[in-house]
């Protein structure tokens, strides 16, 4: 197969130096998408022993930035299953949210600080899949909250958890000790009613819910 492609800045970003064929584990080569479907444009990344490893990932339209990772047949079935069961929840008319604002919820439901549907190995497509409607009540919920982030436990407690897990620029640590909350009487409680954290005693760890991660970094800004 011939693959050529003009040199740019984006064909060495961190992203394309961690790209593998999931078969052969070989670096991929960038080339035109045309080289692989004559009427296709932009650019792929694929395996050099194409067709032989049938692994590929296309680009971002008009750019050499790798839409996820490579990926096989069956991967590659499996993201397209991934995206038919996630993409109504945020594209479908009506919709009260955007794409992005789906992604961060769907991220903090699944425990992925990046979220993409393009970096999902197979495990990851079907608990997306199998998640898909605890992330549609997260959507909801989430979105709801933000309409009044205050409402539900007041000002004073939404201040107190943003300092007990340490809330910034970039988001909140994703749980803290039970010991740590019950310096702040009433709080746990509060917070776990309003569906912003859940308490683990087994491990003796309070976790922020999916969408009380978002409601902190919302209310902080």
């Not at 003009?6 to 052969?24: A, F, I």
């Not at 694929?46 to 069956?74: I, M």
């Not at 300092?163 to 917070?191: C, M, N, W, Y």
Request: glycine content about 10%.
């Amino acid at each position: 197969m011939t693959t050529s492609a003009p040199t740019s800045s984006s064909s060495t970003t961190p992203d394309r130096r961690r790209l593998r064929c999931p078969n052969c584990g070989s670096e991929p080569t960038l080339s035109l998408a045309s080289n692989l479907w004559p009427r296709a444009t932009g650019y792929v990344f694929v395996c050099p022993s194409y067709p032989g490893c049938d692994s590929f990932v296309r680009c971002h339209a008009g750019t050499q930035e790798p839409l996820g990772t490579l990926a096989a047949p069956r991967l590659r079935r499996l993201r397209g299953e991934a995206h038919e069961a996630f993409d109504p929840l945020w594209n479908e008319p009506g919709t009260k949210f955007g794409r992005d604002f789906a992604y961060q919820v769907a991220g903090q439901v699944l425990g992925i600080d990046d979220f993409h549907i393009g970096y999902l190995d197979e495990a990851g497509c079907r608990e997306l899949i199998a998640r898909i409607d605890e992330i549609d009540d997260a959507l909801s919920a989430t979105y709801d909250s933000l309409q009044s982030p205050t409402a539900t436990v007041g000002e004073a407690v939404m201040e107190l958890l943003c300092e007990i897990f340490g809330v910034g620029s970039t988001g909140a640590s994703r749980h803290v000790s039970i010991a740590d909350l019950a310096k702040f009487p009433g709080v746990a409680d509060q917070a776990k009613s309003a569906g912003l954290l859940r308490l683990e005693p087994s491990t003796g760890r309070a976790f922020l819910s999916a969408h009380g991660a978002i409601l902190l970094t919302q209310f902080n800004r």
